[in-house]
């Protein structure tokens, strides 16, 4: 299935059944292989490349990915004081028990970086309080959420008036919600379409 890469315009230079069920959809989503959750480090690399400028001093948050095997944590993190990073973060979803996240912060020179994890209380689902909180702080989020919650996910992101890069199925241009923000000019197409991938981004 192809994908394309929406979010935030960057201009280049719970009852318990409730949380159950909203558990449930998040991990069939994320064991969906059309979800296509890990992306190409080359596709990252190409688009990012054009947004160097505006991650400069900023948290990035990677709210749906493993950072283990996360090609948006790997980037970010080699490129942290390329890119003049203030923080990148990430969390990791687990279905059923606690999980952890990543920090990687500048020491106070910059000229060297550290990673922290810490446990997280929640199972690092984007729509968890403790995640809501990490989302507040941070200044743009990039990461590959999954496709079955697309809607839910970018409706969040707009509500916290987020700027963010992720990327999406090509259907998703069809839905109301988000072609309303395309036709407004507050989503747009990323510049890297390759793959059948493309990406969108808002003010």
């Not at 690399?45 to 709210?63: G, I």
């Not at 059923?96 to 810490?118: I, N, R």
């Not at 923000?181 to 890297?192: P, Q, S, T």
């Amino acid at each position: 299935m192809s994908s394309e890469v929406i979010g935030q315009r960057v201009d280049s230079d719970h009852d318990s059944k409730a949380e159950i069920r909203e558990n449930s959809n998040l991990h069939k989503a994320k064991k969906e292989k059309n979800d296509e959750f890990y992306t190409q480090l080359t596709d990252i690399e190409k688009e990012l490349k054009h947004y160097k400028k505006h991650f400069k001093n900023k948290t990035v948050f990677c709210n749906c990915d493993d950072p283990q095997e996360s090609n948006f944590w790997r980037y970010f993190s080699n490129n942290f004081n390329h890119l003049g990073l203030k923080k990148l973060v990430s969390t990791h979803y687990e279905r059923e028990k606690p999980s952890y996240k990543l920090e990687m912060t500048a020491s106070f020179d910059g000229q060297d970086t550290s990673v922290v994890k810490t446990q997280l209380k929640q199972n690092g689902d984007f729509r968890s309080p403790e995640c809501v909180e990490i989302l507040k702080e941070s200044d743009i989020v990039v990461t590959n959420p999954p496709f079955s919650l697309f809607r839910e996910y970018i409706s969040q992101l707009i509500d916290y008036e987020k700027k963010f890069i992720v990327i999406g199925n090509n259907n998703s241009i069809s839905y109301k919600d988000i072609f309303k923000l395309i036709k407004e000019n507050k989503l747009w197409m990323g510049r890297h379409i390759e793959c059948q991938r493309k990406m969108v981004y808002e003010h």
